[in-house]
């Protein structure tokens, strides 16, 4: 069975900081590996994926992620936290897209 | 590209009433599509997966009878929670992947239903 685990339900930097978001998976196969972001209110979208290749994938907002096998972990990072960067963050994995499995999620807060 | 709409966004019903909330894909098609749960301040739940043209595969726990599930076309899924009572009340967010693309679901806005 696969599992996902966000280590720290909220984060909190400073505008211009690096952000850190921790996620480390269980997986009996090769993972497909997603975050997603989600705003007040709204459903999720896609930040980044790993499916096979290069193992640091760079998605939109500047945020990329690097897939370590050996760590069983996808961490997800910026080097400069904005301020509308706040949100909500989700990492999941798959081995295949048809069944996501989500992590609780970790709650961003970025102050001036 | 690759935009997944909801419709209604927000939906008050009273107790005992069914609800329908539609699901589109706006400029792709999807012969998959998601329907997922998600209480205040937690994870998404999937509920179900619907294929179009048969019958939906719901999860574990979930009331087939109770959360009625339609893909009636490569763009639209439909999800009715009938005899909703307030423990219904939560964020319902679909989901869908393109035929075109496999690896990746896209996700709607999500319908807050609230039953009074």
């Known amino acids: 069975a696969q599992s996902v685990t966000q280590l720290g339900s909220h984060v909190s930097v400073s505008e211009g900081a690096l952000v850190l978001l921790r996620c480390n998976y269980s997986?009996?196969?090769?993972?497909?590996l997603f975050w997603y972001v989600q705003y007040p209110n709204q459903g999720l979208q896609l930040l980044l994926k790993?499916?096979?290749?290069?193992?640091l994938v760079k998605g939109i907002n500047g945020f990329e992620a690097e897939f370590k096998k050996s760590e069983t972990s996808f961490h997800l990072t910026k080097p400069s936290a904005h301020m509308s960067d706040a949100a909500e963050y989700f990492c999941?994995?798959?081995?295949?897209?048809?069944?996501?499995?989500f992590g609780t999620g970790t709650r961003l807060q970025v102050f001036p | 590209g690759a935009v997944v709409s909801q419709h209604p966004s927000r939906v008050i019903c009273k107790s005992g009433t069914s609800v329908k909330i539609e699901c589109r894909s706006l400029?792709?098609?999807?012969?998959?599509m998601f329907w997922y749960r998600q209480f205040p301040k937690q994870s998404l739940m999937l509920m179900a997966t619907?294929?179009?043209?048969?019958?939906?595969?719901?999860e574990q726990g979930v009331e087939k009878d109770k959360f009625l599930i339609n893909h009636a076309s490569l763009t639209l899924s439909t999800l009715t929670v009938t005899s909703a009572h307030p423990e219904d009340s939560s964020f319902y967010i679909c989901?869908?992947?393109?035929?075109?693309?496999?690896?990746?679901?896209?996700f709607g806005p999500g319908t807050r239903l609230t039953v009074l």
């Open positions: 999941a994995v798959s081995d295949n897209p048809d069944k996501l499995i």
């Open positions: 790993y499916t096979t290749g290069a193992t």
């Open positions: 400029d792709f098609q999807a012969t998959t």
């Open positions: 997986s009996s196969v090769p993972p497909y």
């Open positions: 989901s869908a992947i393109p035929v075109q693309s496999t690896d990746t679901q896209y």
């Open positions: 619907s294929n179009e043209g048969s019958k939906a595969t719901y």
